[in-house]
């Protein structure tokens, strides 16, 4: 996803601007860059802001995971979206939307457009709990389901089928944490890699075929539904999958 990629639309949000400064690129310049002109229900692309932002400029992703631990960092202009769960027929494009802050730029937004397929996740039908429901903005849950957070952990062996026979040949073992959908009945609707973080601050690298043998253990689990009132409810949790000896 590093490509050159296709430009997406670009909207100027109507907030102040300031006049560019120091030789900043002029606001008109960025625009919002990705490697996919399209996406189904629940597909992840990596996209990013172009031109690079002047030094101390914070960016801001509204509806997109940022990569990167500081909003200051040069990492902060790339960042991972999300397709909604539910694509209806005649839905609009997603609007994947970022702003900058700083001194030689002021205070503008963007808004990049990427085409959405009418589709849904399997299994999205009967996962939330009534009065919960996806967003229509991005990959997630709307506002009718409550922010509850857990962390449940699987280890794979290197005896088990699930651990990819390359990877053991190869020594490698891993921990790869995964954010995870779980539905009302515990069983997974989505699961996707997160960025984890080293003492400097840097994204950890994990290794390709333990991160996608990670999200197949995650998916073919069943987990303990989250409650609320005491009522069982959908939700997002993190799963750290570990493969070992």
């Known amino acids: ?32 860059v990705c490697a996919r002109q399209a996406l189904t229900a629940g597909e992840q692309v990596e996209v990013r802001l172009e031109p690079a932002a002047p030094p101390g400029t914070s960016i801001y992703w509204r509806n997109a995971k940022q990569i990167g631990m500081s ?4 990492l902060a202009a790339r960042a991972v979206f999300t397709a909604p769960f539910v694509i209806p027929a005649g839905t609009p494009p997603a609007e994947i939307r970022v702003d900058l802050s700083g001194a030689q730029t002021g ?33 997630t849950i709307g506002l009718g389901g409550p922010a509850i957070y857990r962390i449940e952990s699987v280890t794979v062996h290197m005896s088990e089928p699930e651990y990819p026979k390359s ?43 333990l991160t996608d043998a990670a999200v197949t253990v995650a998916r073919s689990r069943t987990f303990t539904p989250l409650v609320s009132d005491s009522a069982p409810i959908a939700g997002w949790i993190q799963v750290q999958v570990a493969f070992r000896p």
């Open 1 to 32: 996803m590093r490509g050159r990629g296709v430009l997406l639309g670009v909207v100027f949000a109507s907030l102040p601007i300031a006049a560019p400064a120091g030789g900043a690129p002029a606001t008109q310049a960025y625009h919002v």
């Open 71 to 74: 909003p200051a960092s040069p």
């Open 107 to 139: 205070r503008v937004g963007f808004v990049g457009r990427i085409d959405l397929v009418p589709s849904a996740v399997p299994g999205a039908s009967d996962c939330l709990a009534p009065g919960q429901t996806y967003s229509a903005d991005f990959g």
């Open 167 to 209: 990877a053991v040949s190869r020594g490698l073992t891993d921990v790869v944490p995964l954010s995870v959908l779980l539905c009302v009945d515990g069983r997974v609707l989505v699961a996707y890699p997160l960025t984890s973080y080293g003492d400097d601050g840097l994204p950890i690298e994990h290794e390709p075929m």
